[in-house]
């Protein structure tokens, strides 16, 4: 392995995982068991980049980042998309006949649920994807079935009894690569996404002050997510956005001094480029 190393959270032949074999093949992949260690490990510098999931075409945006993401020390510096796939597995020699429990992390099961309803298994929720394979492998039990990746698969020597047993063809993940190091995508050399976090104060009127300045410079902003700031529904509340374009470009350039003049504390969290995908 002669590439950065990289973190993911999740057990080998996660989708995370899957991820980083596809775009960081020559890097040693990482595995932590939580989202907060994958933070840790790359903010000590133990090891370099991360990959994370953000948003799910189905399930929306994957909350635990937007708990760390502000408050890190790290950057975006890229994205990928993986589009999602769900074989059903169980240990050698089991059937479709056989199996009487699908084991998976609660969103996967919530996402395959017309194989499991069709099938008559009982949902059984595991911490992890791919660890859902692992512990089924474990078991040796041919009534168990995993709904995982198939690299978990080919990692826990699993027979595939279904592939493809997501409900939605469209299930997609977004990841985002993050860095210590602030590596910010050159100006005109391609679709570029800037993303960045603001504070605005709960009085009225005051997120339209922050963001008129996108629109009247022709803007595209494609994300706006809203937290509450110490638990308060009263106070100052935060928001993180993404636009679509560079902050050396005019328009952003304009739009992101004028979002400075009518909120607070904006921090930059990547200037990064648009992955093909996202078209």
């Known amino acids: 392995m002669t590439g950065p190393r990289i973190a993911?959270?999740?057990?080998?032949?996660?989708?995370?995982?899957?991820?980083?074999?596809?775009?960081?093949?020559?890097?040693?992949?990482?595995?932590?068991?939580?989202?907060?260690?994958?933070?840790?490990?790359?903010?000590?510098?133990?090891?370099?980049?991360?990959?994370?999931?953000?948003?799910?075409s189905i399930a929306g945006r994957v909350a635990d980042i937007h708990h760390f993401l502000p408050d890190s020390r790290l950057h975006i510096i890229a994205e990928h998309f993986l589009r999602i796939r769900f074989h059903l597995m169980a240990v050698p020699g089991s059937t479709l006949e056989t199996i009487t429990t699908a084991h998976s992390h609660v969103h996967a099961l919530g996402q395959c649920r017309k194989i499991i309803r069709r099938l008559g298994l009982r949902p059984i929720i595991s911490g992890d994807t791919a660890g859902a394979a692992r512990e089924v492998a474990e078991a040796a039990d041919p009534t168990q079935a995993a709904i995982s990746p198939p690299l978990a698969a080919e990692i826990y020597g699993l027979e595939i009894l279904a592939e493809d047993v997501e409900d939605e063809d469209h299930n997609t993940t977004r990841f985002v690569v993050l860095s210590r190091d602030f590596v910010k995508a050159p100006a005109g050399a391609g679709p570029v996404v800037t993303s960045f976090i603001f504070n605005v104060r709960n009085l009225p009127a005051a997120l339209y002050k922050a963001l008129g300045g996108f629109a009247t410079n022709g803007v595209n902003m494609t994300k706006l997510e809203s937290y509450m700031l110490d638990g308060s529904f009263t106070g100052a509340t935060q928001f993180l956005a993404e636009v679509d374009g560079h902050p050396d470009d005019i328009g952003v350039k304009r739009a992101l001094e004028e979002l400075a003049f009518f909120s607070t504390d904006v921090k930059m969290l990547g200037v990064f480029p648009a992955d093909p995908a996202r078209f």
């Open 8 to 56: 993911y959270q999740g057990e080998p032949g996660a989708n995370s995982h899957l991820v980083c074999k596809q775009h960081y093949s020559e890097s040693e992949a990482v595995p932590c068991a939580s989202f907060e260690d994958v933070f840790a490990i790359v903010e000590s510098g133990e090891v370099e980049l991360a990959m994370i999931p953000i948003d799910n």
